[in-house]
């Protein structure tokens, strides 16, 4: 059973709007929680992560967003651009330093210019 | 290019077949991981390398042997596979086992299938 979920497989946004995505885990044991972006032919890129002793993690254009009691987080990508275009994977571990991922599989977004 | 080179990038094989896919990394990382991904199903943990030592193996079965001959060379030997086995591989590096998911880095993957 999947313990990560993306329940959108994908997302169309137009660009300078904000961009969403969700993802939902199942085990209470996760902890650290991060977020990967893949274009086509390429393998994923680390994106941003975010710890569980936080709620939110900012970088550039792009916040995470976790609800621990919901068991929830969100990435979201404002302004979105053209470029933004992509599968992003949302992974989770039971530690901060653990190897052991657990996927999601993954929402295509398209950024329409 | 994120410094992780996987060959083939496309590879058809019979059950009968043997084949094997390599991965080389060119960041003087010390971990180095397979992933599989079928078809509408997540990025799977197979294998992790640790300095040359395989510390994770994710129950996968014995037709999938893995090789490490030195920190910046990965294989996937395969030997007897069944359609179900058609995926795609990835491999990654990262600095060590204890980096962690942010430091990984992956390759682009071989799209393997099983004929």
């Known amino acids: 059973d999947q313990q990560v979920k993306q329940n959108s497989p994908s997302l169309s946004v137009q660009e300078g709007r904000i961009s969403i995505l969700n993802c939902d885990y199942t085990n209470s044991m996760f902890d650290y929680f991060l977020w990967y972006k893949k274009y086509p032919a390429e393998g994923p890129t680390f994106l941003i992560s975010i710890s569980s002793i936080k709620d939110k993690n900012e970088d550039g254009r792009f916040t995470v967003f976790l609800n621990k009691s919901a068991k929830h987080l969100s990435l979201h990508i404002v302004p979105s651009q053209p470029g933004d275009s992509a599968v992003y994977f949302c992974a989770a571990s039971a530690k901060t330093g653990a190897n052991n991922l657990f996927f999601g599989t993954g929402t295509r977004l398209t950024v329409i210019p | 290019e994120t410094g992780v080179t996987q060959t083939p990038r496309h590879l058809v094989m019979g059950m009968t077949n043997k084949k094997s896919l390599k991965c080389e990394q060119h960041l003087g990382h010390n971990a180095m991981y397979w992933y599989k991904q079928s078809a509408k199903k997540p990025l799977e943990l197979m294998f992790v390398y640790n300095f040359k030592e395989q510390t994770e193996n994710n129950s996968v079965p014995s037709r999938f042997s893995p090789e490490c001959p030195n920190s910046s060379h990965l294989f996937l030997h395969l030997h007897t596979l069944q359609p179900e086995d058609s995926a795609l591989y990835l491999c990654?590096?990262?600095?060590?086992?204890?980096?962690?998911?942010?430091?990984?880095?992956f390759g682009a993957g071989t799209r393997l299938s099983v004929l």
């Open positions: 990654a590096s990262s600095q060590d086992s204890a980096s962690g998911g942010a430091g990984q880095y």
